[in-house]
């Protein structure tokens, strides 16, 4: 089948696995098993596949300090490859596309997609850092880690301070929910009012309140959790075992107390049976009926959530490390299509954070981004001592002038890059 005849409504499957250097990600038809296109080069390490603002595919090699960008339009052409300072254990973009976070050993590492500068370096793990998950809005991520720390980080505020060093920039919250380490981090939707949920080999998953950091529900298993996943509304919460089962949990019907022990019955009526390995990835369609799950095993397999029945089975040539629902949108459905389709710049990311005495101001039109002239800000930088100096001349009066002449300043720059657009990319009668 031909992403020309698939409908736009149409949900198809990606997923990657540890042995195929070959074709590194494959997009699969759930309907039928068969392949639809494939991506060439290196082996992605788990919780590292992501789309790119629906343009490009994203992920970190599982032995090498590489993160590759494939071109979703441009399948049979090279990827982008970008050489990180250690090898990425877990990877995650902005809802917008616009940035990238990397978990390097016990650092977060991120990077401005297109311009490839490395705008910040967070500290705050002191293990290896294993998933990295955004709210749908994109104002927080969550990091988790072997070292069995759940940290909320405020996107926004990390933007602000992004040219400070290493480690300065604070998390907006710490949970030490689990005493082994983190496996896998979901959240579901609503921002910073959405509901998160975590899994860890200590046997257990806990539901959190993102906003306030409350514990709303801890449930013990009977075996390690490797992977969890919720659908949507929030009805169902999913669990990959390390024995190659997958529990559920009934959110409209939760349990009395807190702390919840699985009991016999639940074993028997909220368990998906198949797998012979760990589960390793979880996903949910859009309309939380089928879900996707991805095993040591080699296999990937479809399940109706309603029925709790395997639709289909897709082998693979090794563990599965990622597996996820995506939407076959215009640049996968027509390929082959001579439109000319506006797609973001992407460029090599760069390995240190630079110093500059010079923003760049930028514009992004027909899918170029274009530099259009630089200020100097050599004596922009003002620590806190200037900081009440300068408060203090404002409350006195001083320094009126000096604003005036940089309101003026700002009127020439809006003027500057108006002149530009009318002039050089607008189309003259």
Same mark, same amino acid.
């Given at each position: 089948?031909?992403?020309?005849?698939?409908?736009?409504n149409?949900?198809?499957?990606?997923t990657?696995?540890?042995s195929?250097?070959?074709?590194?990600?494959i997009?699969?038809?759930?309907?039928?098993?068969?392949?639809l296109?494939?991506?060439?080069?290196g082996?992605?390490a788990?919780? @590292?596949l992501?789309l790119?603002? #629906?343009?490009y595919?994203?992920s970190?090699?599982?032995?090498?300090?590489v993160?590759?960008?494939?071109d979703l339009?441009?399948r049979?052409?090279g990827h982008?490859?970008s050489?990180?300072g250690?090898?990425?254990?877990?990877?995650?973009?902005t809802?917008?596309?616009?940035y990238?976070i990397?978990?390097?050993?016990d650092?977060? *590492?991120?990077w401005?997609?297109a311009?490839g500068?490395?705008?910040s370096?967070l500290?705050r793990h002191? #293990?290896q850092?294993?998933?990295?998950?955004f @709210?749908?809005?994109g104002s927080?991520?969550?990091?988790?880690g072997?070292?069995s720390?759940?940290?909320?980080?405020?996107?926004?505020?990390i933007?602000?301070q992004?040219?400070?060093?290493?480690g300065?920039?604070?998390?907006?919250?710490?949970?030490?929910?689990h005493?082994?380490?983190?496996t896998?981090?979901?959240i579901?939707?609503g921002?910073?009012?959405?509901?998160v949920?975590?899994?860890?080999?200590d046997h257990t998953v806990?539901?959190?309140?993102l906003?306030t950091?409350?514990?709303?529900?801890?449930v $013990?298993f009977?075996s390690?959790?490797h992977?969890v996943?919720?659908d949507?509304l929030?009805?169902?919460?999913?669990?990959?075992t390390?024995d190659?089962? $997958?529990?559920?949990i009934?959110f409209?019907?939760?349990?009395r107390?807190v702390?919840? #022990?699985?009991?016999?019955?639940?074993?028997?009526?909220?368990?998906?049976?198949g797998?012979?390995?760990?589960v390793t990835?979880l996903?949910?369609?859009?309309?939380g009926?089928?879900?996707l799950s991805?095993s040591?095993d080699?296999t990937?397999k479809?399940?109706h959530?309603?029925?709790?029945q395997?639709?289909?089975t897709i082998k *693979?040539k090794?563990?599965?490390t990622?597996?996820i629902?995506?939407?076959?949108f215009?640049?996968?459905?027509?390929s082959?299509?001579?439109k000319?389709?506006?797609?973001?710049?992407?460029?090599i990311?760069s =390995?240190?954070?630079?110093?500059k005495?010079?923003?760049?101001?930028?514009?992004?039109l027909?899918?170029?981004?274009?530099?259009?002239?630089?200020?100097?800000r050599?004596?922009?930088?003002?620590?806190?001592t200037e900081a009440?100096?300068l408060?203090?001349?404002?409350?006195?009066?001083?320094?009126?002038?000096?604003m005036q002449?940089?309101i $003026?300043q700002l =009127?020439?720059?809006?003027?500057?890059?108006?002149?530009?657009v009318?002039?050089?990319?607008?189309?003259?009668k």
């Open positions: 089948m031909l992403f020309d005849e698939l409908s736009s149409f949900q198809v499957v990606m990657t696995d540890s195929n250097p070959l074709n590194n990600i997009v699969w038809d759930p309907t039928n098993g068969t392949t296109t494939q991506f060439r080069g082996i992605s788990p919780r @590292t992501c790119i603002n #629906q343009h595919v994203i970190a090699e599982k032995n090498r300090p993160i590759n960008v494939w339009g441009k049979d052409q982008l490859h050489i990180c250690g090898q990425v254990t877990a990877l995650s973009t809802p917008d596309g616009a990238c990397a978990g390097i050993e650092k977060l *590492h991120v401005n997609l311009s500068e490395l705008v370096v500290s002191y #293990q850092i294993r998933v990295i998950r @709210t749908d809005d927080y991520f969550l990091s988790g072997e070292d720390m759940v940290v909320v980080w405020s996107f926004p505020s933007l602000l992004e040219r400070n060093p290493v300065e920039v604070e998390p907006k919250g710490v949970w030490l929910p005493s082994l380490p983190i896998d981090i979901c579901g939707a921002g910073f009012l959405a509901r949920l975590t899994s860890s080999l806990k539901l959190f309140n906003g950091g409350q514990l709303l529900l801890s $013990i009977d390690p959790i992977s996943a919720m949507q929030m009805q169902y919460g999913f669990c990959g390390q190659g089962l $997958i529990r559920l009934n409209h019907q939760p349990p107390t702390e919840h #022990q699985v009991t016999e019955e639940e074993r028997q009526t909220m368990t998906l049976q797998h012979t390995k760990e990835c996903d949910v369609s859009l309309d009926i089928q879900l991805g040591a080699a990937v479809l399940w959530v309603p029925s709790r395997c639709l289909r *693979h090794g563990p599965i990622n597996a629902f995506i939407l076959p215009d640049l996968m459905l027509h082959g299509s001579k000319a389709l506006v797609k973001p710049p992407m460029s990311l =390995r240190g954070i630079e110093e005495s010079k923003d760049k101001a930028c514009v992004l027909k899918g170029q981004m274009l530099q259009i002239f630089s200020v100097d050599k004596n922009d930088e003002i620590g806190p009440e100096d408060s203090e001349q404002i409350s006195a009066g001083a320094g009126v002038g000096e002449e940089e $003026i =009127r020439n720059v809006n003027r500057r890059i108006y002149d530009y009318v002039e050089t990319l607008l189309p003259k």
